[in-house]
């Protein structure tokens, strides 16, 4: 079997993604990557390469004009493109910043009006260049990644899951946050991740966006009645990692 030339590349994100695949050091991963050549990879090599690329892995939000030509680029060598991690699939967290006029001032304070720090509004990658797959999640979630490389490996489909992280939280049986006095979004959260954060005690917080027609007005009567958040905090956490519309 041909190894495929992969490449990682990376734009408005705190490159937390990539970080989350150098940790992969299990022997199925070690297996999966005999067959493939990474070509490029910032985080993990100083190698890098203008030739063709067969998957072409890419991590954060398209914020500035100027980025496009190099996503152009990218698309133009690389036969499959996957969005992988939050900020490239839906633009992220990133994208609180869409709502808000003076978000550089209020992080950065004088030093906002560095030239290095001017950005525009952020948006998935999917709004310069086709995209072929999305491996959502902040982190993006591991298995969900090497399973999108394994199905192009073996020429198979890939199949993405359309209900919310509750199925997988029931299937592995663990308790509802709601049940522990806590809250969680776990009922509109898109599936996929195996639902590892109630599973850790902790709530769904939708890294991975909402599913399709999700009822927000719905979640945020839970989120105020059930989980005792206040509304206006209801609102701004149904937000977080869906500031961009249909995310
Ligand atoms: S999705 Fe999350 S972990 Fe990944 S680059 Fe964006 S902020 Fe960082
Ligand atoms: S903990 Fe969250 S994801 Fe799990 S069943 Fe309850 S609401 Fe759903
Ligand atoms: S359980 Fe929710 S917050 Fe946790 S990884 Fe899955 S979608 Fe993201």
Redesign the pocket.
Known sequence: MAQLRIAFFDFASCEGCQIEFTNYGDVATLQLLEHVEIVEFREAMTETTDGRIDVAFVEGSFTREADRARLQEIRARARTVVAYGACACTGGINALKNHQDDFAEYVYGDAARMPHLRSGTARPISAAIKVDYEVR??PM?KDELLLVLSNLIHGTEHWVPTYP?CVECKRRETICRYDEGDHC??QV??AG??????ADGVP?????GFVEDANLNALERVLVDRGGLSQRRAVGKSRMFTANPRS
């Open positions: 999640g902040c979630s992280v979004m776990g959260a898109r991740c195996g639902a590892p954060c109630p769904c917080e939708a890294c991975r």
